[in-house]
């Protein structure tokens, strides 16, 4: 029985040993082993306050300094670090391990010194300091085989063979571990911002994030300011870079009394950014910049900061009618005692409503195509200059012709928000603007002129376009072209037995007149105009007070509607002008009331049906419009 238990207990012991064995020989090392081949104490990167690396071609020493966890540069320029390039080199220090070594003093009894490995002197030296303590590592040269270096220990009596790849770069780019960035606190993080430049009088301009993330000028004004364009301003600094270096001092380089001064503040840290003088004619302009509290003088180029050396005008806040998210349920335009209003109707739709030349009131329908576009284009109407905050009331009335306006624009607001109310004034002859002013704000600013052509006080310019539109069920049955002279038809098609559909008498035409046939029977089924002329019929149509045209045409149809018994079909019917020069010619509604220019389209499938009608080949595209359409009223 005990010879059987002796049995099993040598060979569990066997398989352990084998175990151990294979385990050692799989690891060529254990964590011990690791950490003593380390070159420096472990945790000594972690806490070392300084760093410095002394070259010996070209004589050169850089020095590191440790503040609040980031690496900053000491020498030779006061400057910010790259904290990748030096997360990279403290990684390779920490890491450093020995891959086998020899004692100096066997050098000497084999005859050998320091200087044939590259360590008297030697090419480079880290030294690393914390407290009153200093190690330092002095790198010598490559070993002859194999990707090693020889390394002196930091007590000076052992000679360490370490990979070449473990300090790679230390020597041959140590310039890599200079930040290169001009702003290091990035846009996101900014809270604050100022501003202070020669171009706009030494006045400081300070800009705070608020609660939900936008910006707002709090002086020499408050304002809000342009959030995005401040943002995109700052994000563009983050990117940019230094050009060069130099050996300028801060009043050589004219940073001690800067040409623009901008501070971001961000997280419990601030960095100001001092722009000096021009580095000379060379295009891009570039000038010296000096961060506050750092000796080192750099170069960058202009033109980043040169939307911030008018920073109260170019980071204020340009579309000032705050219309983001509200819902217009009306606008009215006026002009002394002129007005047309644009009510929006429970179901969606607008309508014009006006006064007639007898002081009624009337309404129309209106455009909705055409009153989006108006608020769209309201709201994002934008301040080119601003002028004055303080305005005078005889500048109001003269020189910026606000009182009264040229144009009164108020816009009503659902959710019992206060109307917004904008006044035109008067065209500057020097550059072109607009000033115009929101009603409750004190600044007066400039616009583009073409805002005035935008808001007319014509009730035809917002109406719907659409006159006429047939039902559903609606049968067109024929439609002709008449002179209106003699009443002689001059042109046209109707349904027969043979053919009782317009698709079949469009394919009888051929490719002569098909097209042409079924542009102007779709525009008898839904009538729509270029334009509006005025909200009345005459004949012969009166452009003005001195200029009358006859009506030439009429575009007749007969249209039998859904469900009438009556045996007569109803009939529409247009009055023509001939065709005027290019692509112009009036029409008019005696139904409706109205004068109107047609749609392109329509005048040339009308042109291409007379010619038919003539037996002439069909005139080529007109020219360009000659003749001017009367004034909007």
């Known amino acids: 029985m005990r010879f059987r238990l002796t049995i099993v207990l040598l060979l569990l012991n066997i398989a352990v040993f084998s175990i151990l064995y294979f385990v050692r020989q799989s690891r060529p090392g254990t964590a011990y082993e690791e950490s003593a081949r380390l070159v420096l104490p472990v945790g000594l990167m972690e806490s070392a306050e300084r760093l410095s690396i002394e070259i010996a071609e070209p004589e050169s020493r850089w020095t590191f300094e440790r503040r609040r966890d980031e690496w900053q540069v000491r020498a030779p320029f006061d400057w910010q670090a790259n904290p990748f390039a030096m997360d990279r080199l403290t990684q390779q220090i920490s890491r450093l391990r020995w891959e ?26 880290i030294r690393l300091e914390r407290g009153e303590e200093t190690w330092s590592l002095a790198i010598g040269q490559p070993t002859e085989v194999g990707n090693r270096l020889y390394v002196l220990s930091p007590s000076g009596e052992e000679v360490l063979v370490v990979s070449r790849d473990a300090l790679a770069g230390v020597a041959d780019s140590v310039q890599t571990f200079l930040s290169h960035d001009v702003l290091a606190i990035p846009a996101f993080e900014a809270r604050a911002v100022s501003v202070q430049s020669a171009d706009s009088g030494g006045i400081r301009v300070r800009l705070t994030r608020q609660v939900d993330d936008s910006w707002v000028l709090e002086s020499p004004l408050r304002a809000p300011a342009d959030t995005a364009r401040l943002l995109r301003y700052l994000d563009r600094l983050n990117t940019w870079e230094v050009e060069r270096f130099t050996d300028l001092t801060p009043e050589q380089a004219g940073t001690t009394s800067p040409f623009l001064r901008l501070t971001v503040e961000g997280n419990n840290r601030r960095q100001t950014l001092l722009l000096g003088n021009r580095t000379g004619d060379r295009l891009p302009a570039r000038r010296y910049l000096q961060i506050e509290g750092r000796t080192a003088v750099v170069v960058v180029e202009e033109e980043p900061f040169l939307p911030f050396l008018q920073a109260q005008e170019s980071l204020r806040e340009r579309r000032f009618l705050s219309l983001e998210g509200a819902t217009a349920t009306s606008i009215i335009l006026a002009q002394g005692e002129r007005s047309t209003r ?16 007898e002081g009624r009131l009337q309404t129309l329908p209106a455009d909705t195509g055409v009153v989006n576009d108006l608020l769209e284009r309201l709201a994002i109407l934008e301040a080119e200059r601003f002028v004055t905050e303080a305005p005078s009331e ?33 065209l500057d002859a020097e550059d072109g603007l607009l000033y115009a002013r929101r009603t409750g704000m004190p600044t007066i600013f400039k616009v583009r002129p073409g805002i005035l052509g935008a808001v007319p006080l014509s009730p035809l310019h917002y109406r719907d376009q659409t006159l006429d539109r047939l039902p559903p069920g609606a049968e ?21 037995p043979s053919l009782d559909s317009w698709e079949a008498v469009e394919i009888a035409e051929g490719d002569t007149l098909r097209d042409h046939i079924h542009t102007v029977r779709q525009a008898l089924r839904r009538f729509t105009v270029r334009s509006y002329v005025q909200n009345r019929f005459t004949d012969p149509l009166e ?10 045409y009429r575009l007749e149809a007969d249209v039998r509607l859904p469900g009438s018994r009556e045996e007569a079909p109803r009939t529409l019917r247009y009055h023509l002008s001939e065709r005027l020069g290019g ?15 047609l749609r392109p389209s329509l005048i040339d499938a009308l042109q291409s049906l007379l010619d038919a009608a003539e037996g002439s080949e069909p005139e080529p595209a007109p020219l360009p419009l000659d003749t001017p359409l009367p004034a909007d009223g």
């Not at 009182?403 to 607001?413: C, E």
């Not at 007070?545 to 030439?552: D, G, M, Y």
Request: hydrophobic share 40%; net charge negative.
């Open 100 to 125: 086998a070594r020899f004692r100096v003093d066997s050098l000497r009894r084999s005859g050998q010194t320091l200087a044939q490995y590259g360590l008297d002197p030697a090419r480079v030296i």
């Open 342 to 357: 644009l009510q929006q109707l429970e179901e969606g739709r607008w309508q014009v409503v006006f006064s007639s030349p």
């Open 394 to 426: 005889s500048e109001m009335a003269g020189r910026y012709g606000l009182a009264p306006p040229q144009r009164q624009v108020t816009i009503v607001l659902a959710e019992d928000r206060p109307p917004v109310e904008l006044l035109l004034g008067n």
């Open 476 to 496: 067109l049955t024929a439609f002709r072209i008449v002179r209106h002279a003699d009443d002689e038809v001059l042109f046209s098609r109707a349904l027969t």
């Open 543 to 552: 452009l003005d007070s001195e200029t009358a045209l006859p009506w030439i």
């Open 583 to 597: 692509r112009t010619q009036y029409g008019g509604s005696e139904t409706d009331q109205v004068i109107f220019v």
